[in-house]
T-cell receptor
């Protein structure tokens, strides 16, 4: 079946511009996550949505970052006034309960380059 | 202290070798455990879940030691295609908060 999809796959933007990244989770997955991965580094948790509960925003690095999710479907991550240090791959994942444990599946990511 | 710690490596092993990775986690309330694989410039992909009784999938064996709070991954008869970064992952609380290690890099050499 269809996996997690993300768009765009690549985004080049000028410093100071706003960008919006999109994630379409696997249908039926109630939980959705955003991560950031800088070149050669590990995954950095950003935000987590679970059903209709209030999102866990504890990983957002600054108030320039925000995310929304409509119900249990698409999510958008918005970065305002982009800075060069925002350059990274932004990964979205969704998860479901399988065999008594949650399993997480990733999209291909959006590679953001801020010039 | 990080929730999950891994030796970053790199591990460089010849084809056919057996290699093992360990990972430690800090929270004894951790619920579920996984190994993910991440190829260069690709997204992480679930390799296998880890169960207390240990589990095997072909050349891959995963073990969990709750008392010592570590998990391991053993790869037998390494193939060139095993070259990747292996991520240790644990979940907490309700089971759907995921914590990733920084990964262990493996290169299998011809």
């Amino acid at each position: 079946g269809a996996g997690v999809s993300q768009s765009p796959s690549n985004k080049v933007t000028e410093k100071g511009k706003d960008v919006e990244l999109r994630c379409d989770p696997i249908s039926g997955h109630t939980a959705l996550y955003w991560y950031r991965q800088r070149l050669g580094q590990g995954l950095e948790f950003l935000i987590y949505f679970q059903g209709n509960s209030a999102p866990d925003k504890s990983g957002l690095p600054s108030d320039r970052f925000s995310a929304e999710r409509t119900g249990e479907s698409v999510s958008t991550l918005t970065i305002q006034r982009t800075q060069q240090e925002d350059s990274a791959v932004y990964l979205c994942a969704s998860s479901l309960l399988a065999g008594g444990k949650w399993e997480q599946y990733f999209g291909p990511g959006t590679r953001l380059t801020v010039t | 202290r990080k929730e999950v710690e891994q030796d970053p490596g790199p591990f460089n092993v010849p084809e056919g070798a057996t290699v093992a990775f360990n990972c430690t986690y800090s929270n004894s309330a951790s619920q579920s455990f996984f190994w993910y694989r991440q190829d260069c410039r690709k997204e992480p992909k679930l390799l296998m879940s880890v169960y207390s009784s240990g589990n095997e999938d072909g050349r891959f064996t995963a073990q969990l030691n709750r008392a010592s709070q570590y998990i391991s991954l053993l790869i037998r008869d390494s193939k060139l295609s095993d070259s990747a970064t292996y991520l240790c992952v644990v979940t907490m609380n309700t089971g759907n908060q995921f914590y990733f290690g920084t990964g262990t890099s493996l290169t299998v050499i011809p």
